[in-house]
């Protein structure tokens, strides 16, 4: 579904992503962990066509997508929530999640209202909510808005980078929960996170990127038991935070 | 003061108001995609109502506006692809049309025209061609060392400069005017007691569905949401498969396009001259300062107030003075209440910028 081949990236001059390789298979959830600063934001924002690769290969759905527009990926189906969210502040619950179908209202208006009828299903704070000024949400009301702003747009994969920073506990559990439901419907999840230890919990495998490299890579079972990774990224205590 | 007196300066303000009003609106709009204070604003009413008049001499009224306004809203889309998204690439079609805006200046006004056509062809070219691109050269070290917004709002006031000076030689200075769209101009209508010439209802009439279409196009379709959504996050706009480029020339043609219609309805009243563009500018900007930059209520409010206002003050002031009544709100607005009298607080607030 995606493969990234020696993919180098980032700001001016300064090359930030040094090379790095990755695939993402249909239906799987995989996850990309690294400590502030690794490079992940980087990773996902040249993937989806914010920032133009220095060198390297992005195919997505067989098709090379590297250089091309943000809009053309994302009608290709390849979608990311940015970190900090994003949403259009100024403008309605409800406007927000149709303008995540902007690509799709002409052609499958009854498709797309069907998938904002279900949107507002996974998460019914939306439909309350669906009048009030997205800036006025409250960060987990605005994380789950954000996701379904992406859904919106019927992503093959889904990028998601760090949603759950800033959120409570109890809410982060909520949005993955509501990505293992969405897998299983068939969508393809490719999560960066900090917060490690809940994003090996529902991914199928992982990668951990240092320093714009890829160092280690393995399913979630593997990274969960590897000692680096337990003592760089799920913290001493790492039972307490098991808990 | 007489009521009817009274009356009469109302209305004559409200006409004068709304004409304010329309080109705030048409400063809003972009502002609201780009963020750039698109200074060229006023030269669109008038290149709109120039090109409506030279047709008036040989098509009906009607078609003549319609055309004028369909071809300033391509102008305004040209000169956003130009100058504006072409901006940071070095650009032969800017450069070509640098060179052909510049070579008609001495080639109308007739610098040479002693020489045989040739020669006088040549020389033109050499005077156009070395300024075309220096103003490139400049352009391009302009462009990498000053801040995005700065440079682009600079950059339209480069274009303004450059539509007044070919509106004069394409047109000459003498005042123009389109004729009345209902009888002529000794017709007037009685109300209360107030004559107004029947082209103040025009005036009044394009005006409200100028900006209620505005509002309805804002609100409700997807094309007006999703220019919204580029002006609140271009970032996000884009992820959502928006082209934001396209929705800023868009934004370009759609304050042309609205600007041309204002110029024509009010030519038979004010007429039209080459130059008149940057008053109706500052006007307009001081308008959409007062009502809240990006406000379009705002923008009809304050734009009536001003109007009403200059028209009173007509009664009281020396005519030089009333021009720069404008000028006084606009650096009171600046200095007391930036965000301007109906700039909303929340929403402000959560703006990026
Ligand atoms: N817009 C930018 N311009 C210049 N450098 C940047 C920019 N954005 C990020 N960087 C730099 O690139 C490097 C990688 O940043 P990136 O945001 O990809 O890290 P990250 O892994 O997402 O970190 P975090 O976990 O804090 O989000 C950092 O050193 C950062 O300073
Ligand atoms: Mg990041």
Redesign the pocket.
């Known amino acids: 579904m995606l493969k990234i081949l020696n993919l180098e990236s980032?700001?001016?001059k300064?090359r930030?992503l040094k090379g790095v390789s990755l695939h993402v298979s249909p239906g799987e959830i995989v996850t990309i962990i690294?400590?502030?600063?690794?490079?992940?934001?980087?990773?996902l924002n040249t993937i989806s066509g914010l920032i133009r690769p220095m060198s390297g290969e992005i195919v997505f759905d067989d098709k090379q997508t590297g250089g091309l527009g943000v809009e053309r990926i994302v009608g290709l189906g390849c979608t990311l929530v940015p970190?900090r969210r994003q949403i259009f502040n100024t403008l309605s619950v409800k406007d927000n999640l149709v303008l995540g179908g902007y690509l799709r209202w002409s052609k499958q208006g009854a498709e797309a209202k069907q998938d904002l009828d279900y949107i507002m299903g996974l998460f019914p704070i939306l439909k309350e909510r669906e009048k009030q000024l997205a800036g006025t949400l409250s960060g987990g009301e605005q994380q789950m808005l954000a996701l379904g702003r992406a859904l919106m747009t019927k992503p093959k994969i889904l990028m998601m980078d760090?949603p759950s920073l800033g959120i409570a506990p109890i809410i982060v559990k909520e949005i993955f929960r509501s990505l293992t439901k969405l897998r299983e419907g068939g969508l393809t999840v490719l999560l960066v996170e900090?917060n490690a230890r809940a994003s090996l919990g529902i991914a199928d495998r992982g990668y951990v990127i240092e320093t714009g490299n890829i160092i280690l890579e393995g399913t979630s079972e593997e990274l969960l038991n590897n000692q680096d990774v337990q003592r760089a990224y799920l913290g001493k205590d790492y039972e307490r935070i098991n808990e | 003061m007489e009521s009817n007196i009274v009356l009469q300066y109302i209305l004559s303000g409200i006409t004068q108001g709304s004409i304010y009003a329309i080109v705030a609106i048409g400063f809003n709009i972009i502002y609201n995609t780009t963020g750039i204070i698109n200074f060229a604003q006023g030269e669109f009413l008038v290149l709109g109502s120039m090109i409506a008049i030279s047709l008036a001499s040989f098509l009906p009224l009607a078609l003549a506006v319609l055309i004028a306004c369909l071809a300033t809203t391509l102008v305004g889309a040209a000169l956003e692809l130009v100058f504006i998204r072409g901006l940071k690439k070095w650009s032969p079609v800017r450069v070509v049309t640098l060179f052909l805006l510049i070579f008609i200046i001495p080639f109308r006004s007739g610098l040479f025209d002693g020489f045989p056509f040739l020669a006088n062809m040549v020389f033109c070219v050499l005077i156009a061609a070395p300024i075309a691109a220096g103003i490139e050269f400049l352009f391009k070290r302009f462009v990498k060392s000053t801040s995005n917004v700065l440079r682009m709002i600079i950059i339209t006031i480069g274009i303004s400069i450059l539509m007044r000076e070919v509106m004069l030689h394409v047109w000459d200075e003498k005042n123009r005017a389109l004729p009345f769209f209902t009888g002529n101009e000794v017709s007037s209508i009685d109300i209360f007691g107030a004559m107004i010439s029947p082209q103040v209802l025009w005036v009044l009439g394009v005006s409200a569905v100028i900006v209620v279409g505005l509002n309805l196009f804002f609100k409700f379709t997807l094309i007006g949401k999703a220019m919204l959504a580029c002006s609140d996050n271009k970032t996000a706009a884009s992820l959502c498969g928006i082209n934001v480029k396209w929705m800023v020339t868009l934004s370009f043609m759609i304050s042309a396009g609205i600007g041309a219609l204002a110029g024509c309805v009010t030519s038979p009243l004010t007429q039209t001259q080459y130059n008149m563009g940057s008053t109706l500018a500052i006007k307009g900007f001081a308008v959409a300062v007062l009502g809240g930059l990006g406000n379009s209520t705002g923008a009809v409010v304050a734009g009536l107030m001003l109007g009403v206002l200059e028209a009173f003050a007509i009664s009281i002031m020396p005519n030089a003075y009333i021009e720069a009544i404008s000028i006084v709100i606009l650096l009171v607005i600046l200095f007391f209440k930036p965000s301007g009298l109906f700039g909303s607080a929340e929403a402000s607030r959560l703006k990026e910028f």
Do not use: D, F, R
Not at chain 1, 34 to 43: D, F, P, V, Y
């Open positions: 980032g700001y001016g300064l930030v690294g400590a502030n600063g690794a490079g992940k934001s980087t990773l970190e760090e900090q």
